[in-house]
């Protein structure tokens, strides 16, 4: 339990025969940023719009601060909600948009006041009194996060405020909200998809699956020990490496772990590292580095089907000539390799398409 | 040097001068007939051919009419012009002044009455989750069935003398309602009737397109009810508003039936043009206040294209659908609502269909059949209902063949954007006119003398032709909006009109629209039964229609046969629409699969 932050308890929703959330237990720390990460369909916005009171659980509880908020309507809640289409009012200008909630609530003097700091705040007075259809899409989505913050709500809620905007776009306005967050220290839950926003942004990561709860950590957490075979595939790139046998455990290791070497480098150092000799199969340049996806082979020199991707700095692939058919050693560093029960394993391969 | 010589190449041209002003405009045509020449096949010619006959078509029905009662109005019995020698006339007139002023009236009064009783009743079935919607719907729509004069009458039997409430039902109730029906509370409520269901049906289709993420961003910003209905609900149907306001002010403004019934001594516009042309057989004056019922219709009409334009801008793609919940106060409101609406309806119908058989409201009322006989001289026996269904059914067929070939033409077509721009203006051009005006206009033309079209006058040919220039709009706008929807790779098909073009126009294109040419052909077939200005002043002696015989019989005394008429309408059109609703559920099995790939 947090008594600070907002705290969800045995939440379930279904649709009809469909089970969208079952048995959500989440805390949410005050002043930090949160984020849903899943894909798509798996349930997050359904979850946020419980959260934000636009929807009611079947069952379960939504407290704030220890408050049992969960009968509470949206309009009561006081939290600034940035929806994924932004869903501005197409009738109003940029400061109408924005001074709607304050409007009523706080006294008319004030309202300017605040609207002008919003303004000010998100870089919108040039455009203050043009229309939604007007502005880009960037801007839409300023406008969109100035009107939810206004009112200076308890919890901010945002989901996937940045997917219908273009890549460079996109990356300048994850920062400024990063900063806004932390300027306004309010507590936010973002919904995503995207797993690098997610890593980019969230001081806690929580991942979600088929309208479970499947890992929550800090983006370093989840990214390092992902504690199931779904979440390291999820989040950056993973090998898996299948064994056989039964009822062994599954094994996985990042691309960016993997040391390759020149071939016969077999016992470099020795201390528990498992290593293999594979053929590269395709380089792919990728600005910084490069991604190396190689056949392993076995004692007897036949190539195995699946390949394992390796990436590598431009130096070293320079230093090794790497090219295809070049055969080289790989090695897997036991404080790097990923291990899941078998039970697991089995689960996710049905889970896969 | 070398420009001349890429102008040379560009233009394949090299008897032009090398001149940088240009060429002079005799050889700019010139050049553009060449280009034609040069990039027209025999498919390019065909669709010329076939524009440029559809354009003179659209002005022999539409335009020349219209200038003919222009020349009416400005010119003297021999000829020479007359300036506003009738305006003057007119406005001298203190009768037909004050006719002027009670037509506003009426159109004012109809407006504000109509247009928040449809609109309530238009949120309540979009935005409530009550059983029976269509039920309620059906009975919000069925003055669009029965010709205008048929409310008069039902109101007649319920509020008249000897009417059903008036009277304390016959004396059995201890008090009586009077309300003083003839003259303008009569026909105001009969346009409250009558216009009720179009600006229902405007409003309903922009309240049930509003954007629900709107409602949940407001709810999130703290917005109550009240707060959400000013500033979402409101201004997302305003423009759908604005069009019914003006659909209203315009149908109540030119309407003829009702007034003619219950309208006693309380003149309006409509009704004086009908005196000024049938019983003074004063044209000139008929064509000056034709000219001035027109003119506010053209003005409404103007601003409506503007309207209905932006109202399109509002929607966007991203839009979600209004979900409703749960609310059961909310719902025994609307219930209560919309149950009175539907009670409305139906009883006035239900007074029309009593009255029309029994023997004599009030005092004989036991059942016969004897108002179906139509014995009276004013009425004229059976035959004007077979008149009419007859041309009912003419209408329907010509009329939506010659809407659908040209709003296809307006709409595949890519060459001659002028004459195209031009098509499309006449095309919903007659929205604007009133059905006595085009009826008027028919007669100054076709009545003409000197006009080789004029063997058609008194024809059943002139009645379709007014009928189906007079209705013309709606379809074409069905046909253009289904024709749109269509896949555009037929199009590049039909671009070569040859052989291929027609097979993919008979399997592809007329199959998908079939939906639209159906709903087309209802519209053109319902209008045609029920109206009675364009037709009033054309029919000919022997060629009498059912909405006529009403109208006589009604002047006559004959009530409870004009009502009877007036059922034999309203149930032709009901069987109509019925069998189209069995049809097209058929067909909407059968298409629904077919889009959804
Ligand atoms: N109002 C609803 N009615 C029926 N099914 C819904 C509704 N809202 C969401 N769903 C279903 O619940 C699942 C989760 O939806 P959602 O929370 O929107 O997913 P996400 O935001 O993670 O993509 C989806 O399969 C979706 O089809
Ligand atoms: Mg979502």
Known sequence: MNPEGLTIRDVRKTFGAFQALSDIQIDIPKGKFTCLLGPSGCGKTTLLRIISGLERPDSGTVLLGGRDITPLPAAKRNFGIVFQSYALFPNMTVSANIAYGLKGKIPRRDVEAKLDEMLRLMDLEAIRDRYPSQISGGQQQRVALAR????????????????????????????????????????????THDQEEALTMADRIIVMDHGQVVQIGTPQEVYDRPNTPFVADFIGAINFFPVQEKNNPLYAMRPEHIIIAPDGAEDAMDDGFRSFRAVVQHIEFRGAFYRISLLPIDENGSAAVTAVTVDVSAQVAQQYRLERDTVMTLQLPADRLLQYPPKAVGAYAEARP | MTRTDSSARIDSQPQLPPDNRGPAPGSRIQRTFERFRRSWGTAEWIQAAALLTMLLLLTVLIILPLISIFKQAFLTVDGSYAGLAYFQTYLESPALLQSLQNTVFVSFMTTIIAVPLAFLLAYVLTRTDIRGKSLYKAAALLPLFAPTMMHGIGLTYLFGHQGLISTGFFGWLPFELRIPLYGPVGIIISEVIYTFPQAFLILTAALSISDYRLYEAAETLGANKLKKLFTVTLPSVKYALMSAIIVCATLSFTDFGAPKVVGGQFNVLATDIFKQV??????????????????????????????????????????????????RMRNGVAHTYAGLIALAMLTLLAAVVTASLVKVWPYQMTFSWDNYKFTDSAAGGFAPFWNSLRMAAITAVIGTFITFLFAYLIEHIRILPLVRQAGYFLSIMP?????????????????????????????????????????????????????????????????????????????????LSLPAIMEMAIYFFINAMVTVSAVIFLYGADLKLASVAIVSMDDAGDTAQAAAMSVLIICTNLIVRLLYEAYSARIRHKTVAWRER
């Open chain 1, 148 to 191: 939810a913050v206004a009112l200076s709500p308890e919890v901010l809620l945002l989901d996937e405020p940045l997917s219908a905007l273009d890549a460079k776009v996109r990356v300048k306005l994850r920062e400024e909200l990063c900063l806004l967050q932390q300027r306004l220290g309010i507590t936010t839950v973002m919904v």
């Open chain 2, 278 to 327: 049938v019983g003074q057989q004063n044209m000139a004056l008929g064509a000056v206040v034709s000219i001035v019922l027109t003119l506010p219709a053209v003005l409404a009409f103007v601003i409506d294209r503007i309207v209905t334009r932006r109202q399109q801008a509002y929607v966007t793609s991203r839009s979600t659908p209004y979900a409703v919940r749960p609310h």
């Open chain 2, 431 to 511: 929205l604007a006119l009133p059905g006595l005006v085009i009826g008027l206009a028919y007669i100054f033309f076709f009545n003409d003398p000197g006009n080789p079209l004029n063997v058609i006058y008194g024809t059943m040919s002139i009645l379709v032709l007014a009928n189906i220039a007079h209705f013309y709009s709606v379809p074409f706008m069905t046909a253009t909006t289904s024709l749109k929807m269509m896949d555009k790779e037929f199009e590049n098909v039909s671009l070569s009109m040859n052989v291929s073009w027609l097979r993919s126009f008979m399997r592809i294109t007329l199959p």
